[in-house]
Nanobody
């Protein structure tokens, strides 16, 4: 059974940094592609970054240059390094996975989801 558990959320001042982690189990990382999603208060969940099984990455424009998605396949752990945080980055961050080699943040067929971790950016 695939399980994903996020950690690393918290409160940070605008301009600061956080590193989110997503510990996975029950699957072989090399056969899955993964993504990070953001749900701002009162808004729908949105894909923001994805990583293919060959570690190619894709970002939406609003986080490009500020956020970095990476993966440690040996430990089945996904990361999201977030720099230059803004108030609009506040929300719940989810990691997700699906079988396949190529993922894009706007894909709507991710199969497995974590419970989310809260990020609050204050000025």
């Amino acid at each position: 059974q695939v399980q994903l558990v996020e950690s690393g959320g918290g409160s940070v001042q605008s301009g600061g940094s956080l590193r989110l982690s997503c510990a996975g189990s029950g699957y072989t990382a090399s056969s899955y592609c993964m993504g990070w999603f953001h749900q701002a208060p009162g808004k729908e969940r949105e894909g923001i970054a994805a990583i293919d099984s060959d570690r190619s990455t894709t970002y939406i424009d609003s986080v490009k240059g500020r956020f970095t998605i990476s993966q440690d396949n040996a430990k089945n752990t996904l990361f999201l390094q977030m720099n230059g945080l803004k108030a609009e980055d506040t929300g719940i961050y989810y990691c997700a996975a699906r079988v396949g080699w190529i993922c894009r943040p706007w894909d709507n067929d991710f199969e497995y989801w974590g419970q989310g971790t809260q990020v609050t950016v204050f000025s």
